[in-house]
């Protein structure tokens, strides 16, 4: 069972809007979450965290929103650019101590139009 | 520093043969990380290693799929006997792991094996 979800798998956006990108979780007992970014025959790479204790992290044009209440994140990109183009992964780990295993969703391609 | 490698970058053979994935840490990471990509179930961890110890191995698919990690520089991931099923993206990462502060996981470019 997929206890991390992304539930669309591609989204377009035009250059200089922003781009929403969503995650639910089932797992109560995740504590922290991170967003990475993958480009075609590369792997993927780290773009930002959000700990459970907190609702809201920003770096520079992203920010992710974390509501637990109804177990869903969400990563803004704001303006978008042609470079953001990419597939995006959410990835949630458990609060057990010294655990380092990270669920991964299945991904969401987002398309930035010039 | 040269990031995580992998080897080798694509693999084409066939079903019943054996296969292995290479992968080489970063230097000073105490996890390595196996993962398999696949359209329906996304990133899967398949298995990972502190310090060349295998920790958690629950992801991995069925007897036919074996890690090893003989020291700190270097892992294989290894199918026996591979099955079209297996046809996926493999990528591996390394970290210096959540007790020394650090969440993020560096991930190499992957290894693209199709099974015919």
């Known amino acids: 069972d997929q206890q991390v979800k992304q539930n669309s798998p591609s989204l377009s956006v035009q250059e200089g809007r922003i781009s929403i990108l969503n995650c639910d979780y089932t797992?109560?007992?995740?504590?922290?979450f991170l967003w990475y970014k993958k480009y075609p025959a590369e792997g993927p790479t780290f773009l930002i965290s959000?700990?459970?204790?907190?609702d809201k992290n920003e770096d520079g044009r992203f920010t992710v929103f974390l509501n637990k209440s109804a177990k869903h994140l969400s990563l803004h990109i704001v303006p978008s650019q042609p470079g953001d183009s990419a597939v995006y992964f959410c990835?949630?780990?458990?609060?057990?101590?010294?655990?380092?295993?990270?669920?991964f969703g299945t991904g969401t391609r987002l398309t930035i139009i010039p | 520093d040269a990031g995580v490698i992998q080897s080798p970058r694509h693999e084409v053979t066939e079903m019943g043969q054996e296969v292995t994935l290479r992968c080489k840490p970063i230097?000073?990471?105490?996890?390595l990380f196996w993962y398999r990509q696949t359209m329906m179930r996304g990133l899967e961890l398949l298995i990972y290693?502190?310090?060349?110890?295998?920790?958690?191995d629950s992801g991995m698919p069925e007897d036919r799929f074996s890690a090893k990690m003989p020291n700190a520089s270097f892992s294989t991931l290894k199918i026996q006997p591979s099955e079209p099923r297996d046809s996926a993206v493999y990528f591996c990462?390394?970290?210096?792991?959540?007790?020394?502060?650090?969440?993020?996981?560096?991930f190499g470019p992957g290894t693209r094996l199709t099974v015919l």
């Open positions: 990462a390394s970290s210096l792991g959540l007790d020394r502060g650090y969440n993020e996981q560096f």
């Open positions: 797992n109560s007992m995740f504590d922290y």
């Open positions: 959000i700990s459970s204790i907190k």
């Open positions: 990835a949630a780990r458990l609060s057990n101590f010294g655990n380092e295993k990270l669920t």
């Open positions: 230097s000073g990471h105490d996890y």
């Open positions: 290693f502190n310090n060349n110890v295998p920790i958690d």
